[in-house]
């Protein structure tokens, strides 16, 4: 009212209704952070209408139950895309799920924008496959042996997997797709168009890519169709043969031709009886051009008779071409001969039980018998005594248990034998065996003495063999036979010897202090043993007393390199 004037300053200020809208973009849809370089990233794209004015942003990445597992904030401008590697703010890979991205933009003029993007996929699973076959070669030749090859096939769920058949030169000749699993299918060798392939080597391919890009791939290469033709042939040179060991017409050979020669897997020619099964049979994985036969069954016998050879290959591919000769005769008559021992063992020891072995020999042929023999031998295989004679061997033969110089078979020893019977053509048959001989208890004066050189210890040693399971079992039985033997004399006190070989007997400076340092305290310990062991057997330590006689008493001179063996034994001297 007085007139005085006053004006404030200006004051500019902006008004801006424009809308703010944001859009945010995840692309791929699926990812694979695996480093294999395919799909290995996320790409979230913000769209804005307005860029000018951001005060801030704030970017969030939240798995399926909505928790943040990374997170990118900052103020001004932002960025046109971020990419997300996998990985979470812990710096830990992320689980493989359903995730998506949201975004919040905060304007200066207060607007406060948001936007979410759809599901995305974390997926760093390679899909499973497994892929093989029971063989790759095979004659798609429809002779009804492997005609077709079936692969076998084991996968994951996938969306889709392919399957391509291709040759040589990498030309597809066959392609399958499934959704699923793959199946698995059978080859018969033929294309797209059915017909069959030509002959050479196929590769089978089988794949699957995921959404997340990841990719599987497993091959079946050298698969191989194989269609060539194969002819065999097979003949016998002689109608008919006698084998029969006289040297004359005593085999039989085949010769045989094959048209192809390579992926051969085996050959096998069969030697059939007329009517009957099979007699021989002989195979091969390498072609052979001859083969002969004895005239001898598989089970070792001559058998007469119209016969013809059956000769087959087996190709890798699958082929067997056969072929037959001709009907040809096998003429011979062998002794037919059977051999029977009782007692088993014996023990011919004049006790008045089991003295004597009845050997027991029936002989039949169709022709007369020209001579037989029946040699006995020692386990060194030297001669200890034989029977024989003209014609047919009577039936029953009896043996005390002499040799031909006067020598008593040695107890718990296993003789071996070979009977011998031959026709007048020639025709000859030979039968092996053991005779077993029992524990031995021999009166000597007036002793009794039981000599067992088959009790076998370890080299040098006064342990029982155990490394060779037959020996050890021969052990055993031998000493258990032994205690049964000795329980029954009850009344007797036992003397067990031990005796050795001596290596130096011919040096006797040398041999005395084998003698001395080496053969008596190791024949001791062996006894010792022997006595520890029946003692575990029921034979009381009272009853047993043992000696270390060393070399001092051989039952064979040491020189005599072939027998001397008997003098490494153990002795039991009974004595009331």
Known sequence: RAGNKGESAVIDFALDTEETPVILTASPEAFSPNGDKIKDSLILTPVLNVTAGIQSYSLVITDASGKIVKKIASEGKIKNEFVWDGFTDAGRKAE???????IEVVYEKGDVSNAVTRDFILDTAYPEIEAGADYTLFSPDKDGSKDTILIRQKTSREQLITGQLKNQAGVTVKEFVWEGTAKDFVWDGTDENGNTVPDGKYLYTVSSEDKAGNKTEKKIDNITVDNRQTTVFVTADKKGFTPNADG?????EFSTMTTLKDGVESWK????????AAVKTFRGDVLPEKIIWDGKTEDGRVVEGVFDAEYSVAYLKGNKPVSVTKEFTVDISAPEVQISLSPMPFSPDNDGVDDELAITMNVTDANEIKDWSLDIVDRQGNAFTSFGGKGTPAEKIY???ISKSGELVLAAEDYPYRLKVEDIYGNVTQKYGIIPVDVLVVKEGDKLKIRIANITFAPDSAELRKDDPEIKAKNEYVLGRLAEILAKYNNYKIIIEGHAVSVFWADPVKAQKEQTEELIPLSKARAETVKKYLQQLGIGESRM???????????????DLENRWKNRRVEFILVK
Do not use: F, M, N, Q
Request: net charge neutral.
């Open 96 to 102: 493989d799920g359903t995730y998506r991205a949201g």
């Open 248 to 252: 004359i017409d005593d085999r039989i």
């Open 269 to 276: 020619l069969t030697i059939r009886k007329k009517g009957e």
């Open 399 to 401: 043996w005390d248990g």
């Open 545 to 559: 007393t043992t000696e270390g006689i060393g070399g001092r008493s051989p039952i064979v001179p040491h020189s």
